[in-house]
C-alpha cells in the first residue's frame, strides 16, 4: 500500500507535466482543429531559454519561468505566421498545416542544436528547490507539489479565461466558426495569435518543469517523448477539450508508473501507445471529447 | 567502363540508399494515391527489414525469399492495422499510424528476437544494384500502370471527395485497405533490401524521424504522379550528399522543404502543372510572345 500511494504520487507529478504539455496541445486544437506538431520543439526551446537564464545569466527560478514562458510563447506566435496562417489563407487542408508543423519542429530542433549542442543539460542544483516533506512512509518533495499546484492553477486558471471572459468568449466563438466570428466582428487573427501565445507559453512551461523534476533531461531532443504523451493525453481526454487534457495527461502519468512498477517497465511505452491506439479506434472522440463529426 | 565501375564502387551505398527511399517514397504515395496520410511507413519498413534479416541470418535463407517474407508480413501488418484505423480520417488516420509506428520501436526494443536497442547486426551482404533498381523498376511499371487503371481512378476520386466517391458506389474502405496494402508491400521490400547492403538494422529505423523523412521525400517531390516522390526520394539522398556542408543541416533542410514546398508549391516541385508552365515559360521565350490568357486555360 505504501509503495502504490508513492507510486500514485509519482504518477501524479509526472501527470501534471503531461497535462501541461496537452493544455497547449488541445488549446490549438480546440480553435482550429490543427494539430502543431511543432508544440514539442517548443517545448525543449522553453527549457533552454530557462537553462540559459539559470545557468548562463545567475538569474533566480522565478525569472527563468516567466523568460522561458514568454520566449516560447512569442515563439507560438512566429510559428503561426511562418507555417499555419500562409496555409489558412489559402484555405488549405489540415493535413497540410500538420506537415508543415513537422518542418518547423525539425527547424527548431536543428537550430537548438546548433545553439545549446547535443549533449543533456542540468539546471544548477542551487536553482531547483529541494526539500522533502514525509507523510507516513509517502514522501513528497516540494517541487512535485509545486509542479502540481502550477499545473491545477493553470487549469482553472484557463477555463475561467475561456468560460468567464469576453477574450475567452472571443476565442470560443472563432472555434465555434471562424467565418461568423469575424463576421460579428471578432479580432481573429489576434485571437488566433493570443492563442497560440498561450498554447506556447504553456508548452515552455512545461519544458522547464520537467528540467526541474528530472537531472540531465534538458536537451533539444526532450520534446519527443512528451510529445508523443501529450498526444497521447490529448486523445484519451478528448480533443479540444481542457479537463480532458488533464484528466488524459494524468492518467498517462499514474498508468506509466504503475505498469512500471507492478508489469514491465520496459512496455511502458508500447502500452501509452497501444492505449491510444484503441481510443481512436474504439473512440475517436476521447473519453470526454465532444463528438465533431467532421473528421472522426 | 573503369569510370563507371569506379564511380559505383566509391557512391554503391548512396546508390543504393537512393533506390530505397524510393520504394520508401512510393509507399508513402501510394495511400496519398487516397488522401490518407500515413506515418507508420517506417515501422512497416522495419518490420520488413527484421523479417528478411532473421531469415537469412539464422535461418540461411535465400535472399528473395527472406524479402517476400518480409513484404508479406509487413502488408499483413497494414492491413489489420488498416481496417479498423481507415474508419479514421485526416489527422486521425496520420495520429493512428504515428502510435502503430511507436509501438512497433518498443516492441523492437525489446523482443528477443530483435537484439534489443543495439538491433541486428552482420547481416549478409547480399543485396547489389539489381535487386534495388530491378524492383524499384518493377514498381515504377506498376505505378504507372495503377494510375491510369480504375483503381487509380478511384483512389483519386476518394483523395477528391470522399462522400461523393461513395456516392458513385466506389467501396472506400476497400481501396483505402488495398492501398495500404500496397504501402506495406513497398515499405517492407524497402526495409528486407536495405538491410542486406547496410548489414545491420535497429529499432531507430521505425521512429517518428524516419517517417518524416520519408514524408518529406514525397512532399518535395510532389505527389501528383508517381515520379514525385521517386525524383523527391533520389534527390534528398544526393543532395546532402553532394553538399557535405549540408549534411549538418540536413534536418533544418528537411524542415524547410516540408514547410516551403507545402506552403508555396503544394503540388511538389515535380508536378504536371508546374511542369506544363515551366514549358509553356520556355515556348514563349522561345518564340517571343506569349498569351498569359491561354496558358491559365491549358492549367
Avoid at chain 1, 504520487?9 to 503531461?18: A, E, F, R
Avoid at chain 2, 516492441?107 to 533498381?133: D, M, W
Amino acid at each position: 500500500m505504501a509503495v502504490f500511494l508513492q507510486q500514485l504520487v509519482n504518477g501524479v507529478s509526472l501527470g501534471s507535466v503531461y497535462a501541461l504539455f496537452a493544455l497547449g496541445f488541445t488549446l490549438v486544437f480546440g480553435v482550429l482543429e490543427i494539430i502543431n506538431l511543432a508544440h514539442p520543439a517548443v517545448l525543449a526551446i522553453g527549457a533552454l531559454l530557462a537553462y540559459s537564464l539559470l545557468a548562463g545569466a545567475k538569474t533566480g527560478l522565478a525569472v527563468a519561468l516567466a523568460g522561458a514562458c514568454a520566449g516560447a510563447g512569442l515563439l507560438g506566435v512566429l510559428i503561426d505566421r511562418v507555417a499555419f496562417r500562409p496555409l489558412r489563407l489559402r484555405g488549405a487542408s489540415r493535413l497540410s498545416s500538420l506537415i508543415t508543423s513537422i518542418g518547423v519542429a525539425l527547424i527548431l530542433v536543428n537550430l537548438a542544436q546548433i545553439v545549446w549542442g547535443t549533449e543533456p543539460l542540468s539546471y544548477p542544483p542551487a536553482a531547483v528547490p529541494l526539500r522533502f516533506f514525509t507523510a507516513g512512509t509517502v514522501t513528497v518533495s516540494l517541487l512535485q507539489l509545486l509542479v502540481l499546484a502550477l499545473v491545477v492553477a493553470l487549469m482553472i486558471g484557463l477555463r475561467a479565461l475561456l468560460l468567464r471572459t469576453r477574450l475567452g468568449l472571443a476565442i470560443r466563438a472563432v472555434a465555434e466558426n471562424p467565418q461568423t466570428a469575424s463576421l460579428l466582428g471578432m479580432p481573429f487573427d489576434r485571437v488566433v495569435a493570443f492563442t497560440f501565445f498561450l498554447s506556447s507559453a504553456l508548452g515552455g512551461v512545461a519544458g522547464v518543469l520537467v528540467g526541474m523534476l528530472f537531472q540531465g533531461s534538458v536537451s533539444p531532443f526532450m520534446g519527443t517523448t512528451y510529445g508523443l504523451k501529450g498526444l497521447a493525453a490529448i486523445i484519451l481526454g478528448g480533443m479540444g477539450d481542457v479537463t480532458g487534457a488533464v484528466l488524459g495527461g494524468l492518467a498517462m502519468g499514474v498508468g506509466e508508473v504503475m505498469i512500471v512498477q507492478y508489469l514491465n517497465s520496459s512496455y511502458r511505452d508500447a502500452v501509452a501507445f497501444g492505449l491510444l491506439f484503441m481510443v481512436l479506434v474504439l473512440r475517436p472522440t476521447g473519453l470526454l471529447g465532444q463528438q465533431r463529426g467532421r473528421e472522426a | 567502363m573503369t569510370a563507371v565501375t569506379g564511380f559505383y564502387a566509391a557512391y554503391s551505398t548512396l546508390i543504393l540508399f537512393s533506390g530505397v527511399a524510393a520504394l520508401l517514397a512510393l509507399s508513402i504515395y501510394v495511400t496519398l494515391m487516397a488522401g490518407q496520410l500515413s506515418l507508420g511507413n517506417a515501422a512497416l519498413a522495419a518490420i520488413g527489414g527484421y523479417t528478411a534479416a532473421i531469415l537469412t541470418k539464422t535461418y540461411h535463407t535465400a535472399l528473395w525469399p527472406a524479402l517476400f517474407a518480409g513484404a508479406a508480413l509487413a502488408t499483413a501488418v497494414a492491413v489489420l492495422i488498416g481496417i479498423p484505423c481507415l474508419r479514421l480520417r485526416g489527422i486521425y488516420l496520420a495520429i493512428a499510424t504515428l502510435a502503430f509506428g511507436e509501438v512497433v520501436r518498443v516492441a523492437a526494443l525489446n523482443l528477443p528476437i530483435t537484439g534489443g536497442a543495439l538491433g541486428l547486426v552482420g547481416i549478409a551482404p547480399l543485396v547489389s544494384f539489381r535487386h534495388v533498381y530491378g524492383t524499384l523498376a518493377v514498381a515504377a511499371v506498376f505505378f504507372y500502370r495503377l494510375e491510369r487503371s480504375r483503381t487509380g481512378r478511384a483512389l483519386a476520386a476518394i483523395r477528391e471527395d470522399e462522400a461523393a466517391a461513395q456516392a458513385m458506389g466506389i467501396r472506400i474502405t476497400a481501396y483505402k485497405v488495398l492501398a495500404f496494402a500496397i504501402a506495406g508491400w513497398l515499405a517492407g521490400l524497402a526495409g528486407g533490401l536495405a538491410v542486406h547492403f547496410t548489414y545491420l538494422i535497429n529499432p531507430a529505423q521505425a521512429s517518428f524521424g524516419e517517417a518524416v523523412t520519408i514524408l518529406t521525400y514525397a512532399v518535395f517531390g510532389g505527389t501528383g504522379t508517381f515520379a514525385g516522390p521517386i525524383f523527391g526520394a533520389v534527390t534528398l539522398t544526393v543532395l546532402p550528399e553532394a553538399l557535405r556542408f549540408l549534411k549538418e543541416y540536413r534536418l533544418l533542410l528537411d524542415g524547410a522543404i516540408l514547410v516551403l514546398v507545402t506552403t508555396y508549391l503544394p503540388n511538389g516541385v515535380l508536378h504536371p502543372v508546374l511542369g506544363g508552365r515551366v514549358a509553356a515559360a520556355a515556348r514563349r521565350l522561345a518564340r517571343g510572345r506569349g498569351s498569359p490568357q491561354r496558358e491559365m486555360r491549358r492549367a
